[in-house]
């Protein structure tokens, strides 16, 4: 396992989404002791296995599922679908020896409106717990919601209840009121669930929404999205520069800017203390998925000298357009944006959005870009997160309306296909349900599951599976790869191509990527010339001398030693 208080910056993250990875008991539904058979493929310490470091799980605490499993009733026990507190203490102990940190899903903003906390706090306007969430008048003669903030979803963000005659808020569906962070009672509760994670082995946190949290006090309107920011607004919502705002069009009735619902500077204050308890324990981390048009207010949330999360995901590579420039001028803007001591996360793909080699694949050309990201990925100055499945090329589930399961498909955007398409079963092997489970999937299986499952790729050398497989182990031998300093390379270098040095102690290696479907030429300058192959993602290259100047074959990436 590793060790030592930044072992995160070191590892390989894997998310597994609980539901859809295996099967134990032929429910349809993924669940805890399913995982634990499939650790072994995870990390068995040799080769043959993926070598991944630490898995982040996707929340499996008890829920009602109107968001699986993102509307938590009870922070404190597994859901009955998912197995037992038992099963999680093996869960922990057999990843731990394997060498896997096992990284939790913490969602905090809101619970479920099946909590017990919430059920107290909407019985009485006295109750005590009242105050845990958030409940205000209505106004006017027609007794409207509180102000005009929308749900991050679709729809409006408060809800009436009837019993006690006030609205609530939720930032999500209405089955998922909002957490009052405000109050001191909220977040020592919150506190002790994250102890209660930390004394039974998890290895640190991964925080649903929390640029979320605190929203405005005096519970302002937000601005349309047409207004430009004021000065003082920015530091809340940073500049919105025009793709944003037609994007704002595109949901057309959400036209708002979120600046008084998000990235409040409480929360701030709020993770501080939270990374304070995690500093209490050894060898814990957190990431953050904080969702923010401009990376300046993103990049903020690692705190001032390194206080409040260890990691934030950096979103914008997942929004390029296939092009080496987008992705360079994005990896610099994030490296330039950091502060010293923080440290990048990097992903393509995870359980909310298309998955990356559907989303950037072009027909046949798919499984070349998707080698070509896994390069990415793996040789950026940062730690990278794989989504389950992306190993094996697991392509995007495309469902009728009908089939729909995800909420936010079903009813709240008429025109969202939802979340499921990247959600469908892991592909273990051909045949029934793809190996997942003996029953019926909770979700179809993707396409392609005949070829595009492990048990396939495991026998063929050349496979996506076996690519991974090479690359993250030869990952772990190069600490220029993970301590490594990081320069883009622009000098003899084709547009159409993204090249950067990765350095440490004198060791300088070189990443070189072809986004183009032609062959490319690097005429790079006499200090970086390549003198070692050390992998390749086009299997036609053999190892040994790379060659001066440097060819690519369309949508290469080659790792050279200089
Ligand atoms: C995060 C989760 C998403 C969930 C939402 C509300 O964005 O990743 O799946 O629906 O928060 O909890």
């Not at 990691?311 to 944006?337: I, P, Q």
Request: glycine fraction near 8%.
């Amino acid at each position: 396992m590793l060790t030592g208080a930044d072992w995160w910056k070191k590892a390989v993250f894997y998310q597994i989404y609980p539901r859809s990875y295996m099967d134990s008991d032929g429910d349809g539904i993924g669940d805890l002791p399913g995982i634990i058979e499939k650790l072994d493929y995870l990390n068995d310490g040799t080769a043959n296995s993926l070598g991944v470091d630490a898995i982040w799980f996707s929340p499996f605490f008890k829920s009602p599922e109107y968001d699986y499993g993102y509307d938590i009733a009870d922070y404190c026990d597994i859901d009955p679908r998912f197995g037992t507190l038992e099963d999680f203490d093996r869960l922990v102990s057999e990843a731990h020896r394997r060498g896997i940190r096992v990284m939790l899903d913490l969602v905090v903003n809101h619970s479920s409106h099946e909590h017990p906390w919430f059920k107290e706090s909407r019985s009485s306007r006295d109750n005590p717990r009242r105050d845990w969430y958030i409940w205000r008048d209505g106004v006017g003669p027609r007794n409207r919601p509180p102000n005009n903030w929308r749900n991050h979803f679709f729809g409006p963000a408060w809800t009436y209840d009837e019993h006690t005659e006030q609205y609530y808020l939720h930032s999500f569906l209405p089955q998922q009121p909002d957490l009052n962070w405000f109050n001191p009672q909220v977040r020592r509760a919150v506190d002790d669930v994250v102890r209660f994670w930390l004394d039974r082995g998890a290895d640190g946190f991964r925080l649903d929404v929390a640029h979320v949290y605190c929203k405005d006090e005096q519970f302002r309107s937000n601005p349309p999205f047409y207004r430009r920011p004021k000065a003082a607004e920015k530091a809340s919502i940073g500049d919105l520069s025009l793709p944003v705002y037609l994007f704002y069009l595109l949901g057309l009735p959400e036209l708002q800017a979120k600046l008084y619902n998000q990235h409040h500077p409480e929360t701030h204050r709020v993770l501080k203390e939270f990374r304070k308890t995690l500093d209490e324990y050894p060898e814990k981390t957190s990431i953050g998925e904080i969702v923010g048009q401009d990376p300046r207010v993103t990049a903020s949330y690692y705190g001032t000298g390194n206080d409040e999360l260890h990691m934030n995901f950096y979103f914008d590579l997942t929004h390029c357009r296939w092009k080496a420039g987008a992705f360079r001028r994005a990896v610099e803007r994030w490296e330039s944006l950091l502060p010293a001591e923080a440290w990048p996360a990097y992903t393509f793909s995870n359980h909310d959005i298309v998955r990356a080699i559907s989303r950037f694949g072009r027909g046949s050309d798919s499984d070349a870009r998707a080698r070509l990201l896994a390069m990415l990925l793996l040789t950026l100055r940062g730690t990278p997160f794989i989504y389950y499945g992306e190993e094996i090329g697991m392509k995007e589930l495309r469902l009728p309306r009908r089939l729909l399961r995800d909420p936010v498909g079903k009813k709240w955007y008429p025109f969202h296909r939802g979340r499921d398409g990247c959600r469908s079963p892991m592909q273990w092997k051909g045949g029934h349900a793809a190996g997942f489970t003996s029953g019926d999937p909770w979700l179809p299986i993707g396409p392609e599951a005949e070829r595009r499952n492990v048990a396939f790729q495991d026998k063929d050398p050349r496979s996506l599976l076996n690519f991974y497989r090479r690359l993250i182990w030869l990952r772990k031998e190069q600490p220029a790869l993970i301590t490594g300093s990081y320069r883009s390379v622009v000098e003899g270098v084709p547009g159409d191509c993204y090249a950067y040095l990765r350095e440490d102690k004198g060791k300088r290696l070189l990443v070189a990527l072809n986004f183009a479907a032609r062959r490319r030429k690097l005429c790079l300058p006499p200090t970086l010339e390549p003198s070692r192959l050390l992998i390749s993602t086009a299997e036609s290259r053999t190892a040994g001398e790379p060659g001066s100047p440097l060819i690519l074959d369309s949508y290469e990436g080659c790792l050279l030693e200089l």
